[in-house]
Nanobody, 118 residues
Framework: QVQLVESGGGLVEPGGSLRLSCAYSGSIFSIYTMGWYRQAPGKQRELVAG??????????NYADSVKGRFTISRDNTKNIVYLEMNSLKPEDTAVYYC?????????WGQGTQVTVSS
């Protein structure tokens, strides 16, 4: 059974940085496409960043709103995916969810709150 557990959220001032982690347990992590999504109050959940599995050579993609500020990475030896967030803005405030996908099956973590405020 696949489980995803996020950590690293919190309160940060505008311009600050945070690193989110998502620990994975279950079947072969390295072949999963992993992603970070976020959902702000009153808004739909949106893709922030994604990274393909080892068979697709770890190709990354980002939402336009975070390009140049956020970096997704994965450590297939530790079964962890990271989201490094720099130059944070108040509009980055949301619950951030880790997603693991293989084929048409999605798995989700419970979410971690990120609040950017002075």
């Amino acid at each position: 059974q696949v489980q995803l557990v996020e950590s690293g959220g919190g309160l940060v001032e505008p311009g600050g940085s945070l690193r989110l982690s998502c620990a994975y347990s279950g079947s072969i992590f390295s072949i999963y496409t992993m992603g970070w999504y976020r959902q702000a109050p009153g808004k739909q959940r949106e893709l922030v960043a994604g990274i393909t599995g080892i068979t697709s050579r770890g190709i990354t993609n980002y939402a336009d709103s975070v390009k140049g500020r956020f970096t997704i990475s994965r450590d297939n030896t530790k079964n962890i995916v990271y989201l490094e967030m720099n130059s944070l803005k108040p509009e980055d405030t949301a619950v951030y969810y880790c997603n693991g996908r293989i084929g048409i099956v999605d798995y989700w973590g419970q979410g971690t709150q990120v609040t950017v405020s002075s």
